[in-house]
């Protein structure tokens, strides 16, 4: 960060910080720490039957709310709104096509592209938590093959990215055309007019978005490092706490310095770097992976989840059971919804000067058709694995947990590759999270301020100290809950979170189609 850049940093400091949405968020922070270190299993279960009722009482709400952020994102990106240019007419982008796209891409996807191209449709074609038992398939024919690649496709592509598109939009246009301020209550404005930007209700609304959000980096973190420990492990280093302990601060310590260096020093090339990675990975499967197979199940899969589009698109889990939409499509919208209102603030940010249009192609199409390439590549490179007997996937998810089928596959790959390509994925979850993490904490500094000018960020200092806040926290937690387990308490709290926000994230949905489609269009 340069000094100029710092000094208006420091000057954004000390203008105001939004004590109403700070406080109490770090108050819950504390709170679900101490819990989490006094009685972890209380606070999971407490969290766990919280999330589980909320999915039986209103998983049809997410669906509905789910399919119609992505009627709105399609509605607006093809209609003349997508000629609206985010800053006016004589706005001038900040960045370059690529390296937007590769933010944008790797900021929201954190390390769960990476993890779960393996181990979600492997869970799915070995019906490991009976996620098979409603859908009248029986496990490990090619049938299953064909339904696993199908689920993943819808629960990683156009109606998860849409959620974040929709928030992002409404976002970008309001801030940078509108001129309000940067935060998830100027969304609701055009619903409820001044007043709930004002008072209790105002900071009830960011606090809950902003906990939200934070919390599941929490998680995140964990998950990074379990994933990490859990690679080092395939190298016969023992688990232990010291090395849980050593892991996190190495990871604090990246995420919070570039942070602190500012968007075109810090996440732009890590984003950068990131993607790139995605990009040789892929090419690398194609020509060492099964390409007949990829393509032919991949094409049928494609088929499988167009033709199931609606059925499990307006599933409120009676139709797939809990084992399959409860606990894979409803759990994964719940994180989407949590982080969709607060993660549009970055995205909006870094949209400066770009049509509307380019908003969309760049935060809903083209993410969209890298996951369906990415779970093609990765998640049939894996089935056709455990098919051929290569390796025993669904034994080692049985045997170690979820994440463990991503190192054997690895370990499996041919030629030796796992040699080589280990390590490297090992970089990749890292540097995947603390780009991920970077965004956030952008997001949660904002969010924390009573004003961010537009063209700048929120003070890197704040930024940085809800980054070893969190970091710290879920280091401690896992220390005193068990290990790298320790977290699970707050990460079940993260996802409860999402319920609350469901209703704020559909408020923003009808708030969208009012600026849009009702009121006077600023260009």
Known sequence: ?????????????????????????????????????????????????????????????????????????????????????????????????????????????????????????????????????????????????????????????????????????????????????????????????????????????????????????????TMCITLVMTGLKSYGIEESLSLFAIIGLVVIFLYTFSTYVGIDRGIKLLGNINAWFYYALIVLFMITGPLLFMFRNGTAGFAVWLDSFFLWGFDPIDIGGPALTQWWTLFDWAFWVAYAPVMAIFLAIISYGRTIREFMLINWVLPSIFSLIWFTVWGNTALDMQISGKADLVAAINNGGALMALWEFLHNLPFGLGTIIVPINIFVIVVSFVTNADATLTNIGSMCMKDVPIGTEPPARLKVLWGITIGVIAIVMAAFGGGSQGVDGVKQLAVAGGFFVLFIFALQLISAAKVFFKDEIVE
């Open 1 to 221: 960060m340069s000094e100029e850049a710092r000094k208006e940093s420091t000057g954004q400091l000390k203008a105001g910080v939004r004590w109403d949405v700070f406080t109490p968020a770090i108050i819950v922070f504390v709170i679900a720490a101490v819990v989490g270190i006094v009685d972890n299993a209380t606070l999971t279960d407490v969290c766990k039957k919280l999330f589980s009722w909320s999915l039986d009482s209103f998983g049809w709400l997410y669906q509905w709310v789910a399919m119609a952020g992505l009627l709105l994102v399609g509605v607006i990106t093809f209609s003349k709104l997508g000629n609206i240019r985010l800053g006016g007419k004589d706005a001038k982008p900040k960045f370059s096509m690529m390296s937007w796209f590769a933010m944008a891409l790797t900021s929201g996807i954190a390390v769960g592209i990476v993890t779960w191209s393996i181990n979600e449709p492997i869970i799915y074609y070995g019906n490991v938590w009976g996620e098979m038992a409603q859908t009248g398939i029986e496990p490990f024919t090619p049938e299953a093959a064909r339904f696993a690649m199908g689920r993943v496709f819808y629960n990683w592509t156009a109606v998860p990215y849409a959620m974040y598109a929709a928030s992002g939009v409404l976002v970008a246009y309001l801030y940078f055309n509108k001129k309000e301020k940067l935060n998830v209550t100027s969304t609701l404005k055009p619903l409820f007019g001044e007043r709930v930007t004002k008072g209790p209700v105002a900071s009830l609304i960011d606090t809950l978005s902003m906990m939200a959000i934070g919390l599941g980096l929490t998680g995140g973190l």
